[in-house]
């Protein structure tokens, strides 16, 4: 069935109306909404083939019906951020928090936090390990005989420390010395990402002519730049909400849910997956779309957020199918157009 404009309005309507309710919707309910001016006859029978086309379902017999998997899909699909804008006075609220916070792990918290705030969703965010840090200065510290812990200092006081494997006889103390003073004197306030693109850029413009502490920059930032890149803490926010949603009433799902964020390693994977694919700056996973069977009862939206040319990190909901999809992707689309602006 290709659905049709008063499908789709009919759809629509069971999607918001099963987020309201949490309860089957039926065709007395919507034409309620007077979204469609027709008879419940009539929108019966648009829900009648939306059923047999697999975006509806009825639980049990002369009950209302609900979205599957499909449904939600082509609800979210078809979403207009422009409809049922952000009240101004929660945008202005928004507007307002996100100035004053530093681009960085800071700034996807404070998304996060706000979106569990209005939505009353589980909400997180995961930082890349350099969320786009500018990093201060650096110490290198040989751990033993192959490998060297990296302490690094960012604007702002942050630290982040990580281990490269690089033995003894590549690198000795006094090179370890020369390279960090090499970067804290070439390259204050500048992204570890950063620091290896213009290594690159300056080693092809003088190919062959280098010398080997230049080299040796450029092969410790590139291992560095592979260690920051990958996903930092899964935070979340907001596990109290979990209770006060009807789907988890099942015992059952609500263990599944809470054994998911005590391990996390499903959940990243998921994640792991959209930053490495060619998919747009937010995604919505829905049911079997995560290809993660623990998570096929769930829904996760996904942002990715970029400062410049570097990726910060994500921000994102987990929770039922039956979540405020419109207002958590508006909030998600206001908040990285105002990385835009910063950047």
């Known amino acids: 069935m290709t659905i049709n404009d008063r499908a789709r309005k009919v759809l629509s309507q069971v999607v918001k109306l099963h987020y309201q309710t ?11 909404t007077k979204t469609l001016s027709v008879s419940p006859a009539t929108i019966r029978n ?3 083939r939306l059923e047999q086309s697999g975006y509806l379902h009825q639980p049990h017999a002369s009950a209302g019906r609900l979205p599957t998997d499909r449904g939600y899909r082509a609800y979210v699909d078809d979403l207009s951020l422009f409809e049922e804008p952000l009240q101004d006075s929660e945008r202005r609220e928004l507007e307002a928090l996100l100035a004053e916070t530093p681009l960085g792990p800071d700034y996807l918290e404070a998304v996060a936090e706000f979106i569990q705030n209005k939505t009353g969703s589980l909400a997180f965010s995961i930082p890349f390990r350099q969320s786009g840090l500018r990093w201060d200065h650096v110490h290198f510290q040989r751990i033993d005989t192959k490998r060297v812990l990296v302490l690094m200092v960012a604007e702002g006081g942050y630290t982040q420390h990580t281990f490269l494997e690089i033995p003894g006889h590549e690198l000795t103390p006094h090179l370890a ?3 960090a003073n090499y970067i804290n004197q070439h390259f204050r306030r500048t992204s570890v990402a950063e620091i290896e693109r213009r290594l690159e850029s300056a080693a092809w413009d003088s190919a062959g002519r280098y010398d080997l502490l230049t080299n040796k920059v450029a ?3 590139n291992q560095l730049s592979r260690q ?3 996903l930092g803490t899964l935070r979340f926010r907001g596990y109290s909400a979990l209770l006060a949603m009807p789907e988890f009433r099942d015992a059952a799902l609500l263990r599944n849910v809470i054994a998911l964020l005590e391990d996390q390693q499903e959940i990243k994977q998921v994640i792991h997956r959209a930053f490495t694919a060619e998919t747009p700056w937010i995604t919505v996973y829905i049911g079997k779309e995560m290809a993660t069977p623990a998570m ?4 996760l939206i996904l942002a990715r957020f970029r400062n410049q040319q570097d990726w910060m990190g994500g921000v994102g909901v987990l929770g039922p199918k039956r979540m405020a999809y419109r207002r958590i992707l508006q909030i ?8 835009g602006q910063r950047a």
């Open 219 to 221: 092969a410790v930032a």
């Open 22 to 32: 949490c309860e089957p919707v039926g065709s007395s309910s919507i034409c309620k």
């Open 46 to 48: 648009i829900m009648g």
């Open 228 to 230: 920051l890149s990958r």
């Open 177 to 179: 010395e020369k390279i």
């Open 296 to 299: 096929e009862a769930l829904t």
């Open 332 to 339: 998600l689309s206001l908040a990285n157009d105002r990385v």
